[in-house]
């Protein structure tokens, strides 16, 4: 019988209004902890500042035990010297660089040592499950080029504050607050005792599942802007803009990030005709083919480097 019957539908009357959709309630004493200050811009310089480099380039890493590492590196290619013209003078140079890295899960320690004799050194240690300590200098023979700043993070449960101590007289504080679970706002200050400067900055940061846009100003003139759409799993577009109200000079670029199975794409292009494109394949477990180039018409600076990447 009830095939002989098909089921009713009941139809609403007419006049009447669907049922509204209550929007969700948003828990604000459960908002979620934001990322540091200094990275707000992190997805965006993923994508439109990868790590170009001219000429070859080789690296290796060599893990002695689960924590401690040696690494090696070798950079051939040309070094640019200042010059008041418009095209670009370089000079070949080459250096070596020797490095120890050991990584526990509350301490990081990472050294490195070049032939031109500048010495690096990097610091990450949790003080405590909210507060981590960071430090990294620089030793070089050259007069007044040795820097070293110490920087103190402190995560709340829904805000995130820093505090930085470097040569030269120079403080600095920044905190973020999540207002919303997508919205982020936060200002920093700075004071360079060494040569008599301030300034104060603001920022804001919205992110969604798709998408990252953040907002810049401070009053060194600098206005930065962002945005990131994720297209799908692997395709990711960036965009930024650098205004500075001062010195009236403006940049907009424009990038992409592309992950494949094997390898990962990514480039960009700005408005002072600019082009980049960064390559890392992987061509076996623990081995790395990576091409760079970088070509500016304007300036008739043309950049190219491939290298490998020996170790994880």
């Given at each position: 019988m009830a095939t002989l019957f098909p089921p009713t539908t009941t139809v609403p009357p007419a006049g009447s209004k669907p049922a509204a959709v209550e929007p969700e309630k948003v828990d604000y004493s459960n908002l979620p902890c934001p990322i540091p200050y200094e990275e707000i811009h992190r997805e965006a310089l993923m994508s439109l500042k990868p790590e170009?480099?001219?000429?070859?380039?080789?690296?290796?890493?060599?893990?002695?035990?689960?924590?401690?590492?040696?690494?090696?590196?070798?950079?051939?290619?040309?070094?640019?010297?200042?010059?008041?013209?418009?095209?670009?003078?370089?000079?070949?140079?080459?250096?070596?660089?020797?490095?120890?890295?050991?990584?526990?899960?509350?301490?990081?320690?990472?050294?490195?040592?070049?032939?031109?004799?500048?010495v690096n050194a990097r610091v990450k240690c949790d003080l405590s499950e909210n507060l981590t300590l960071k430090a990294n200098g620089q030793l070089t023979g050259e007069p007044h080029m040795s820097h070293g700043m110490v920087n103190f993070d402190y995560k709340g449960k829904d805000h995130r504050s820093q505090f930085q101590l470097g040569n030269g007289a120079l403080f600095g504080a920044s905190y973020i607050q999540s207002v919303t679970p997508h919205l982020s706002l936060g200002g920093e200050v700075f004071w360079a005792g060494q040569h008599r400067k301030s300034g104060i900055g603001y920022a804001a940061r919205y992110n969604t599942d798709k998408m990252v846009a953040t907002g810049q100003v401070a009053s060194t003139g600098m206005v930065a802007l962002s945005y990131v759409q994720k297209v799908s799993e692997k395709v990711s577009l960036a965009s930024d803009f650098m205004y500075n109200y001062m010195s009236r000079d403006v940049t907009a670029s424009f990038g992409y990030d592309y992950i494949l199975r094997q390898c990962r794409l990514r480039g960009k292009i700005d408005s002072n005709g600019c082009v980049a494109a960064f390559l890392e394949e992987r061509l076996n477990m623990g081995l790395n083919f990576i091409l760079s180039a970088e070509v500016d018409h304007k300036k008739k600076d043309y950049k190219f480097g491939f290298g490998l990447t020996v170790g994880e």
């Open positions: 170009l480099f001219e000429g070859l380039r080789f690296d290796f890493t060599k893990g002695l035990n689960q924590r401690f590492s040696l690494s090696h590196s070798v950079l051939m290619g040309p070094t640019e010297l200042p010059s008041q013209s418009t095209e670009t003078i370089k000079i070949p140079t080459a250096h070596y660089e020797f490095g120890a890295n050991f990584i526990d899960p509350k301490l990081m320690l990472f050294g490195r040592v070049l032939t031109d004799g500048r």
